[in-house]
């Protein structure tokens, strides 16, 4: 996965907002690459397999370091496709029994904590693979960010630093009526992008379910 530095977005907006410091600058460039991600789904990668272990439903998704998790965009148990599926509609699936407590090769996918997975039913056996393609976003305490962003999206991640920047009141760069502009010019690149993202997803009706439970 390769990475680029916050400062190298730099020159694409210091050079449109006098008196910028450099630090407040990368500062705007940082916020608008973590929304960006969050909002488009575009940063995608390939986890590390989880081997899972008998009668453990739960497990902690393991994200590279300096990013975190946005959503699970697909799975699979053993390769198999596993369906994601809220709490509500897992309660009347299994709506004889608690479903919490079913034992079985897993066939769902459910997310109670923003951090965790869980599959129902929960493993029977051990030993089995479990494997996520997530969608990530840097950090807050991050330094770097996907180059991809950087190499395809430069001017759309200064879109959203400039709006941050124009829009900050007492400063001599303030600027209500730019902010607004390119706040309007950030929010209809994000829309492109994931209307992109999203045709490109072999299963992206897989991705809008997650989006529910959230």
């Known amino acids: 996965m390769s990475t680029v530095s916050y400062e190298e977005f730099l020159p ?29 789904r575009y940063w995608q990668e390939d986890l590390d397999t989880e081997i899972v272990a008998a009668g453990v439903a739960s497990y902690e998704v393991d994200v590279p370091t300096d ?17 994601p599926k809220s709490t509500e509609e897992l309660t009347r699936i299994y709506r004889f029994t608690d479903w919490r407590t079913v034992k079985a090769a897993p066939t769902y996918i459910s997310r109670m904590i923003p951090t965790e997975v869980m599959l129902i039913p929960m493993p029977d056996t051990s030993g089995g693979e479990l494997k996520i393609r997530a969608a990530l976003a ?9 180059q991809p962003i950087y190499e395809e999206f430069l001017e759309y991640i200064a879109y959203g630093a400039r ?21 309007k010019k950030f929010r209809a690149a994000i829309s492109e992008v994931r209307t992109r993202v999203n045709k490109g997803l072999s299963r992206s009706a897989v991705q809008v379910e997650f989006t529910r439970f959230v």
């Open 163 to 183: 709006a941050r920047l124009y829009n900050s009141p007492k400063q001599p760069y303030f600027d209500k009526p730019s902010a607004m502009e390119f706040e």
């Open 67 to 83: 990013t975190k998790l946005v959503d699970v965009v697909e799975s699979w148990y053993n390769d198999v496709l596993l369906i």
């Open 138 to 146: 840097p950090t807050r305490s991050s330094t770097t960010v996907y």
């Open 12 to 40: 694409e907006v210091v050079q449109f907002v006098p008196d910028v410091p450099e630090l407040v600058a990368t500062n705007a460039i940082k916020h608008a690459c973590i929304e960006f991600c969050e909002r488009t």
